[in-house]
C-alpha cells in the first residue's frame, strides 16, 4: 500500500446543466489502487479530526475525498457549495464526483489539494491546513471577478438578463446574440476608444476639461526629476505627484511642500509611468461622482484609509482589529470593503510623517494610512448623492461630455458638494472610465444607489429585448433535420439564423465551421454572434455528458425520440439512463418557453414531468389513437399532429379550439411523397417550435413546402440521386432505428434490386452492429463496409463482420453479402453491380466523399415528393 494509489484520473467543468445538476459542477474521477478498507478508515477519521467534519463513518474514498473538497472551498471564502458522488464502483476502482462551484478554477485547486490532505492523513504526515487555505483564497482572489464586475453581474442576472463570463480576460457578456452587450467592469460597448484614448492620459482629460471652462488643478507633465521641480516651482507649491496613467491611486504621492518632498516621491510615481503629472496640490473633501449616460446617478464623499488611537494600541494594532470585520474583506462576496492596507506603500506614506507602524497614536488621534481615499486602498464611502448642488450636477455632466464618456467616474475635490463649485474653490482632478461602483451601492454610510441599473437602463432601455429565441433540439434521431428545418422556417420569417449541427456551425445557412459541433463550444459560437436573430441548437448526448449544456436556459426544447444508440459509452449503458440524458434539455426550457416532446416514445412523454416550460406534444399516430394527445387537447393544448388518410393525409396543429392546416404529406419534400415516414415527426417537432415561437402559420406552410432535403442543405441526410447506374440514397443512418426507417422507405421505393452499403461507428456495442445487419437481411444485396476515422479502437474488419453476422442470422442469402475495410471500395464495387431501375442506400460514414465518388455518375438529384416516383 502507498498513499500515491489515490488518484485523480480526469477533472473536467460541466459549465451548463447536466445530468447531475442544473448549476455548473466539476466532474472528478477518482482511483484508490491497491488502498485497503483500512487505509480508508484511518483516513476517514484524521479527515474528520483535522476539518471538524461529520457523516463520513463507512464512507467511500469518493464521499472522503468531496466532504473535503467542499469544506476546502468554504474555507477559501467560496459560497457554500454543495455535491455528490455519482460513481461509486469499488469493484472497478472508480469513484467520481460532482462538485459544485463558485468558481471553477478554485474547484479543481480544492480537488487536488484534497487529494494531498488524505494522502496525507493515510501516511499520517504533518499538514499544514492554515497554508493551504491560504493557497486557495489566493486561487480564489485570482478567479473571481472585481466588486464592480460582480454587482453587475447580479444586478444583470436580477433582471433575468443572461450572463455570460470570459474567465480569461474578465469579459462580460449580457445577453445572447443580436441582443448581446459586452463589459468588462463599467467599461461598455458603448464606450468609445476615443474617450478611452483620452482618460487614459492624465493630462489629456484635463486639457479636455479645461477646453470647456471647467476649472482644473494647475500643472504640466515631467520626464525627469529636473522637469518636475521646474513645474513645482513654477505652479508654486504645495503640489502632488502622479503618474500620467495609473490606477487605485498607484504612484500618488500626496501633499508635497518642498523640493525635497518632490524628489522623495519621484521614485514612486515614475515605477507606474514614465511620464509624471505635477500639480497645483487642491484642498478639500474628496468626492466620486459617477455620470451614466449622461446623467449623475451617484455621488460619494470617500474618507482615505485610518485608524483612530486609543493611546494605547500601535497603528499595526489598530488597523489588524478593524480588519476582523467581516465586511473588511477581498474574498468574502458580500463585504464591502477592503482591509486596511499594512503594506510597502503604507510603510511609505507613514514614514512621511516620521511614523512606523509601531507607532502609538494619541487618543482620538486620527492616522490616515494612504494618501488618497480609494476604497480598494482601505477607504471609506458616504453617500453624497442628494447633497449635490443642481449647478455642480451639471458641470459633472459636461465634463462627463466632454470626454465622451458613457460611464464616467469623476473625482472632485470641493470643501462641501453642495455649494457651487466657483464659489468654493473645487476642482476636477480626474475622469475616469471604468469607475469602482460598489462604494455607490454599498456605501459604509448613507443610502444605496443604483448604479448597475443606471448602466442596464442605457444599454438596454425599456422594451429593448435582452435576449433571442434559443431552441435546442436533442434526441437519438432527427437532431440534424429538425434542426435544419426549424432553421428554415425562422428564415422564412425574415430572422437572422445562428444553428450548429453535426456538419458545422451555420449563420444565415453559410458555414463558419465545419465538424461534428453539437456541443457547448459551438453553441457559444452562435450565442456570441452579435448578428444572431435566433438560435437554433442541435444538442447532442456526448457534449451533455463532456461538458454540460452550452446554456443555462432555452426557450424551446425539442425531443424526436429516444432508442438504443451510444449505449456502454460514458457510463451511460441502459435506454433508459439515455434518456435521462436527453431529459437535461428539455429540464432547461424556461417557465415561460415550451418543451415539444414525441407523445409516441413514452420515454420521451415522460420527460413532461421534467420541464418547467409548456408542453407542446406531437404525435404520427391516428388522431384519437395516442391517450396522451387527447388529454392535452382536452385541456386546451398545443398539439401537432396527422389527420386524414392516402393524398388528403395533412400535418396540423391544435391550439386550444384553433386548428391550423400546414399542408398535405404529400406537399411537403422532406416526406418523399409521404413515403419517408421517418420524416413526419421531425416535420410535426419543427413546425410546432417555429409556432410556439410566433412564426405565422402561412409563413410555416410556406417553410415546409419549400425545404428540399440535398446533398448541400441537408447533407448525409436522405440525399436521392439519379444515376447512370440507378438511384442511389446517401443517408447517416448510425442506429438499429434509424436503420429500420431508412429500410422501411427503400423498401418502397420501386426498384429492380436493392443494395445497402452499410457501416457505423465502431463505439457501438457488438449486438447493436448485429441488430444493424439484422435489419438489412431482407434486402438484395448488402455490402458492409468500414471507415478508418470511424473505427474507434476496434480492429480492422471487426465492424463489418459483426454487421454481416446480423445478417446473416436474420436470414440473408451468403452470397448477397460483401464485406470491405473501406468505404470507398464498397461503393466502386456497388457502382459496378448496378443496373437500371436498382436502388442502393449508402450508409455513408463520410457523406461528402461518398457524394463526391458519385458526381460522375449522377443525372439529377431528387429533391422530395419527385423522387418517390
Same mark, same amino acid.
Given at each position: 500500500?502507498?498513499?500515491s494509489?489515490?488518484?485523480?484520473?480526469?477533472?473536467?467543468?460541466?459549465? !451548463?446543466?447536466?445530468? *447531475?445538476?442544473?448549476?455548473?459542477?466539476?466532474?472528478?474521477?477518482?482511483?484508490?489502487g491497491?488502498?485497503?478498507?483500512?487505509?480508508?478508515?484511518?483516513a476517514?477519521a484524521?479527515?474528520?479530526?483535522? %476539518?471538524?467534519?461529520?457523516?463520513?463513518?463507512? @464512507?467511500? *474514498?469518493?464521499?472522503?475525498?468531496?466532504?473535503?473538497?467542499?469544506?476546502?472551498?468554504?474555507?477559501?471564502?467560496?459560497?457554500?457549495?454543495?455535491?455528490?458522488?455519482?460513481?461509486?464502483?469499488?469493484?472497478?476502482?472508480? *469513484?467520481?464526483?460532482?462538485?459544485?462551484?463558485?468558481?471553477?478554477?478554485?474547484?479543481?485547486?480544492?480537488?487536488?489539494?484534497?487529494?494531498r490532505?488524505?494522502?496525507?492523513?493515510?501516511?499520517?504526515?504533518?499538514?499544514?491546513?492554515?497554508?493551504?487555505?491560504?493557497? %486557495?483564497v489566493?486561487?480564489?482572489?485570482?478567479?473571481r471577478?472585481?466588486? $464592480?464586475?460582480?454587482?453587475?453581474?447580479?444586478?444583470?442576472?436580477?433582471?433575468?438578463?443572461?450572463?455570460?463570463?470570459?474567465?480569461?480576460?474578465?469579459?462580460?457578456?449580457?445577453?445572447?446574440g443580436?441582443?448581446?452587450?459586452?463589459?468588462?467592469?463599467?467599461?461598455?460597448?458603448?464606450?468609445?476608444?476615443?474617450?478611452?484614448?483620452?482618460?487614459?492620459?492624465?493630462?489629456?482629460?484635463?486639457?479636455?476639461?479645461?477646453?470647456?471652462?471647467?476649472?482644473?488643478?494647475? =500643472?504640466?507633465?515631467?520626464?525627469?526629476?529636473?522637469d518636475?521641480?521646474?513645474?513645482?516651482?513654477?505652479?508654486?507649491?504645495?503640489?502632488?505627484?502622479?503618474?500620467?496613467?495609473?490606477?487605485?491611486?498607484?504612484?500618488?504621492?500626496?501633499?508635497?511642500?518642498?523640493?525635497?518632498?518632490?524628489?522623495?516621491? *519621484?521614485?514612486?510615481?515614475?515605477?507606474?509611468?514614465?511620464?509624471?503629472?505635477?500639480?497645483?496640490?487642491?484642498?478639500?473633501?474628496?468626492?466620486?461622482?459617477v455620470?451614466?449616460? @449622461?446623467?449623475? /446617478?451617484?455621488?460619494?464623499?470617500?474618507?482615505?484609509?485610518h485608524?483612530? !488611537?486609543?493611546?494605547?494600541?500601535?497603528?499595526?494594532e489598530?488597523? +489588524?482589529?478593524?480588519?476582523?470585520?467581516?465586511?473588511?474583506?477581498?474574498?468574502?462576496?458580500?463585504?464591502?470593503?477592503?482591509?486596511l492596507?499594512?503594506?510597502?506603500?503604507?510603510?511609505?506614506?507613514?514614514?512621511r510623517?516620521?511614523?512606523?507602524?509601531d507607532?502609538?497614536?494619541?487618543?482620538? #488621534? /486620527?492616522?490616515?494610512?494612504?494618501?488618497?481615499?480609494?476604497?480598494?486602498?482601505?477607504? $471609506?464611502?458616504?453617500?453624497?448623492?442628494?447633497?449635490?448642488?443642481?449647478e455642480?450636477?451639471?458641470?459633472?455632466?459636461?465634463?462627463?461630455?466632454?470626454?465622451?464618456?458613457?460611464?464616467?467616474?469623476?473625482?472632485?475635490l470641493?470643501?462641501?458638494?453642495?455649494?457651487?463649485?466657483?464659489?468654493?474653490?473645487?476642482?476636477?482632478?480626474?475622469?475616469?472610465?471604468?469607475?469602482?461602483?460598489?462604494m455607490?451601492?454599498?456605501?459604509?454610510?448613507?443610502?444605496?444607489?443604483?448604479?448597475?441599473?443606471?448602466?442596464?437602463?442605457?444599454?438596454y432601455?425599456?422594451?429593448?429585448?435582452?435576449?433571442?429565441?434559443?431552441?435546442?433540439?436533442t =434526441?437519438?434521431?432527427?437532431?440534424?433535420?429538425?434542426?435544419?428545418?426549424?432553421?428554415?422556417?425562422?428564415?422564412?420569417?425574415?430572422?437572422?439564423?445562428?444553428?450548429?449541427?453535426?456538419? @458545422?456551425?451555420?449563420?444565415?445557412?453559410?458555414?463558419?465551421?465545419? !465538424?461534428?459541433?453539437?456541443?457547448p463550444?459551438?453553441?457559444?459560437?452562435?450565442?456570441?454572434?452579435?448578428?444572431?436573430?435566433?438560435? /437554433?441548437l442541435?444538442?447532442?448526448?456526448g =457534449?451533455?455528458?463532456?461538458?454540460?449544456?452550452?446554456?443555462?436556459?432555452?426557450?424551446?426544447? /425539442?425531443?424526436?425520440?429516444?432508442?438504443?444508440?451510444?449505449?456502454?459509452?460514458?457510463?451511460?449503458?441502459?435506454?433508459?439512463?439515455?434518456?435521462?440524458?436527453?431529459?437535461?434539455?428539455?429540464?432547461?426550457?424556461k417557465?415561460?418557453?415550451?418543451?415539444?416532446?414525441?407523445?409516441?416514445?413514452?420515454?420521451?412523454?415522460?420527460?413532461?414531468?421534467?420541464?418547467?416550460?409548456?408542453?407542446?406534444?406531437?404525435?404520427?399516430?391516428?388522431?384519437?389513437?395516442?391517450?396522451?394527445?387527447?388529454?392535452?387537447?382536452? +385541456? !386546451?393544448?398545443?398539439?401537432?399532429?396527422?389527420? =386524414?388518410?392516402?393524398?388528403? #393525409?395533412?400535418?396540423?396543429?391544435?391550439?386550444?379550439?384553433?386548428?391550423?392546416?400546414?399542408?398535405?404529406?404529400?406537399?411537403?419534400?422532406?416526406?418523399?411523397? @409521404?413515403?419517408?415516414?421517418?420524416?413526419?415527426?421531425n416535420? %410535426?417537432?419543427?413546425?410546432?417550435?417555429?409556432?410556439?415561437?410566433?412564426?405565422?402559420?402561412?409563413?410555416?406552410?410556406?417553410?415546409?413546402?419549400?425545404?428540399?432535403?440535398?446533398?448541400?442543405?441537408?447533407?448525409?441526410?436522405?440525399?436521392?440521386?439519379?444515376?447512370?447506374?440507378?438511384?442511389?440514397?446517401?443517408?447517416?443512418?448510425?442506429?438499429?432505428?434509424?436503420t429500420?426507417?431508412?429500410?422501411?422507405?427503400?423498401?418502397k421505393?420501386?426498384?429492380?434490386?436493392?443494395?445497402?452499403?452499410?457501416g457505423?461507428?465502431?463505439?457501438?456495442?457488438?449486438?447493436?452492429l448485429?441488430?444493424?445487419g439484422?435489419?438489412?437481411?431482407?434486402?438484395?444485396?448488402?455490402?458492409?463496409?468500414?471507415?478508418?476515422?470511424?473505427?474507434?479502437?476496434?480492429?480492422?474488419?471487426?465492424?463489418a463482420?459483426?454487421?454481416?453476422?446480423g445478417?446473416?442470422?436474420?436470414?440473408?442469402?451468403?452470397?448477397?453479402?460483401?464485406?470491405?475495410?473501406?468505404?470507398?471500395?464498397?461503393?466502386?464495387?456497388?457502382?459496378?453491380?448496378?443496373?437500371?431501375?436498382?436502388?442502393?442506400?449508402?450508409?455513408?460514414?463520410?457523406?461528402?466523399?461518398?457524394?463526391?465518388?458519385?458526381?460522375?455518375?449522377?443525372?439529377?438529384?431528387?429533391?422530395?415528393?419527385?423522387s418517390?416516383?
Amino acid at each position: 500500500m502507498t498513499a500515491s494509489d489515490l488518484q485523480v484520473v480526469e477533472v473536467r467543468a460541466l459549465r !451548463g446543466p447536466s445530468l *447531475w445538476a442544473r448549476d455548473p459542477v466539476l466532474v472528478a474521477e477518482l482511483r484508490a489502487g491497491v488502498l485497503s478498507r483500512r487505509d480508508l478508515d484511518d483516513a476517514s477519521a484524521r479527515v474528520v479530526q483535522l %476539518l471538524s467534519l461529520e457523516g463520513l463513518e463507512n @464512507g467511500s *474514498w469518493g464521499h472522503v475525498l468531496l466532504a473535503v473538497v467542499l469544506e476546502l472551498q468554504k474555507r477559501a471564502g467560496a459560497p457554500e457549495q454543495v455535491g455528490r458522488v455519482i460513481i461509486d464502483d469499488p469493484a472497478n476502482d472508480r *469513484w467520481a464526483l460532482a462538485i459544485g462551484f463558485d468558481e471553477e478554477d478554485l474547484a479543481a485547486e480544492a480537488v487536488h489539494e484534497g487529494v494531498r490532505i488524505v494522502r496525507d492523513c493515510i501516511r499520517n504526515d504533518d499538514i499544514d491546513l492554515n497554508e493551504t487555505v491560504a493557497h %486557495l483564497v489566493r486561487t480564489y482572489e485570482r478567479a473571481r471577478p472585481g466588486p $464592480t464586475s460582480l454587482v453587475m453581474i447580479e444586478a444583470a442576472r436580477a433582471r433575468g438578463i443572461p450572463v455570460r463570463r470570459n474567465r480569461d480576460d474578465g469579459i462580460i457578456q449580457l445577453g445572447l446574440g443580436a441582443a448581446m452587450h459586452r463589459l468588462r467592469s463599467t467599461m461598455t460597448d458603448f464606450t468609445s476608444v476615443i474617450a478611452a484614448e483620452i482618460t487614459s492620459n492624465k493630462q489629456r482629460t484635463k486639457d479636455a476639461l479645461a477646453r470647456v471652462g471647467l476649472d482644473v488643478p494647475g =500643472g504640466s507633465t515631467a520626464r525627469t526629476i529636473e522637469d518636475a521641480l521646474d513645474i513645482a516651482r513654477d505652479v508654486g507649491f504645495p503640489v502632488l505627484l502622479k503618474p500620467l496613467d495609473a490606477n487605485n491611486g498607484r504612484g500618488i504621492s500626496g501633499r508635497i511642500d518642498d523640493e525635497e518632498g518632490v524628489r522623495a516621491a *519621484w521614485p514612486a510615481a515614475v515605477a507606474e509611468h514614465p511620464v509624471v503629472i505635477v500639480e497645483r496640490f487642491a484642498e478639500g473633501k474628496d468626492h466620486r461622482v459617477v455620470v451614466v449616460n @449622461g446623467r449623475v /446617478v451617484a455621488a460619494v464623499e470617500r474618507i482615505p484609509a485610518h485608524v483612530r !488611537g486609543d493611546g494605547v494600541r500601535s497603528i499595526r494594532e489598530l488597523a +489588524e482589529a478593524i480588519n476582523l470585520d467581516p465586511n473588511r474583506s477581498k474574498t468574502n462576496p458580500s463585504a464591502s470593503l477592503s482591509p486596511l492596507p499594512l503594506d510597502a506603500r503604507t510603510l511609505e506614506y507613514l514614514a512621511r510623517s516620521g511614523r512606523t507602524l509601531d507607532s502609538i497614536p494619541a487618543a482620538d #488621534e /486620527v492616522v490616515t494610512l494612504r494618501a488618497t481615499a480609494n476604497i480598494s486602498t482601505g477607504g $471609506t464611502a458616504i453617500d453624497r448623492t442628494d447633497d449635490i448642488h443642481p449647478e455642480n450636477r451639471a458641470l459633472c455632466e459636461l465634463a462627463a461630455g466632454a470626454v465622451a464618456l458613457d460611464v464616467a467616474g469623476l473625482d472632485v475635490l470641493t470643501p462641501d458638494i453642495s455649494i457651487p463649485f466657483r464659489e468654493n474653490n473645487a476642482v476636477i482632478i480626474e475622469v475616469n472610465a471604468s469607475p469602482g461602483i460598489r462604494m455607490h451601492t454599498h456605501p459604509d454610510s448613507g443610502t444605496p444607489r443604483d448604479v448597475p441599473g443606471a448602466i442596464l437602463d442605457m444599454l438596454y432601455p425599456e422594451g429593448t429585448p435582452t435576449s433571442i429565441p434559443v431552441i435546442a433540439i436533442t =434526441g437519438t434521431n432527427g437532431k440534424t433535420t429538425t434542426t435544419r428545418l426549424i432553421a428554415h422556417l425562422f428564415t422564412a420569417h425574415a430572422k437572422r439564423v445562428g444553428f450548429t449541427t453535426t456538419d @458545422g456551425v451555420y449563420f444565415r445557412e453559410q458555414l463558419l465551421m465545419e !465538424g461534428d459541433l453539437t456541443g457547448p463550444f459551438a453553441a457559444n459560437i452562435i450565442l456570441s454572434h452579435p448578428q444572431v436573430d435566433v438560435a /437554433v441548437l442541435e444538442t447532442a448526448r456526448g =457534449g451533455i455528458l463532456r461538458a454540460g449544456l452550452g446554456f443555462t436556459e432555452c426557450d424551446v426544447a /425539442v425531443v424526436t425520440n429516444v432508442s438504443a444508440d451510444h449505449l456502454g459509452l460514458r457510463d451511460i449503458n441502459t435506454i433508459e439512463q439515455l434518456a435521462a440524458v436527453k431529459a437535461v434539455v428539455p429540464s432547461a426550457v424556461k417557465p415561460t418557453g415550451h418543451a415539444i416532446l414525441n407523445a409516441d416514445d413514452h420515454r420521451v412523454a415522460a420527460m413532461r414531468e421534467q420541464t418547467q416550460g409548456r408542453v407542446v406534444l406531437f404525435s404520427t399516430a391516428p388522431l384519437g389513437d395516442n391517450p396522451l394527445i387527447g388529454t392535452l387537447l382536452a +385541456e !386546451g393544448g398545443v398539439v401537432a399532429c396527422l389527420e =386524414g388518410e392516402g393524398a388528403a #393525409e395533412e400535418f396540423v396543429i391544435h391550439d386550444g379550439e384553433t386548428r391550423i392546416a400546414l399542408g398535405t404529406v404529400a406537399e411537403v419534400p422532406l416526406t418523399f411523397g @409521404g413515403m419517408a415516414r421517418f420524416q413526419l415527426g421531425n416535420v %410535426l417537432a419543427a413546425a410546432a417550435a417555429a409556432y410556439v415561437q410566433g412564426v405565422p402559420p402561412a409563413v410555416i406552410r410556406e417553410g415546409l413546402s419549400t425545404f428540399t432535403p440535398s446533398a448541400s442543405r441537408t447533407p448525409g441526410r436522405m440525399n436521392v440521386m439519379e444515376t447512370t447506374r440507378g438511384r442511389v440514397i446517401i443517408d447517416y443512418a448510425h442506429n438499429a432505428a434509424a436503420t429500420a426507417g431508412l429500410f422501411e422507405y427503400v423498401r418502397k421505393t420501386p426498384a429492380k434490386r436493392r443494395f445497402a452499403i452499410l457501416g457505423a461507428p465502431g463505439d457501438r456495442r457488438d449486438e447493436d452492429l448485429r441488430e444493424i445487419g439484422r435489419l438489412s437481411a431482407g434486402l438484395d444485396v448488402l455490402i458492409f463496409k468500414e471507415h478508418e476515422h470511424y473505427r474507434r479502437g476496434r480492429a480492422v474488419g471487426e465492424i463489418a463482420r459483426l454487421m454481416a453476422e446480423g445478417a446473416k442470422a436474420g436470414g440473408a442469402r451468403a452470397g448477397s453479402i460483401f464485406r470491405f475495410d473501406d468505404e470507398r471500395d464498397a461503393v466502386a464495387l456497388a457502382l459496378g453491380m448496378m443496373r437500371s431501375g436498382d436502388v442502393v442506400v449508402v450508409m455513408a460514414d463520410d457523406a461528402a466523399a461518398v457524394t463526391r465518388q458519385l458526381e460522375p455518375y449522377v443525372i439529377e438529384e431528387k429533391t422530395g415528393a419527385a423522387s418517390s416516383t
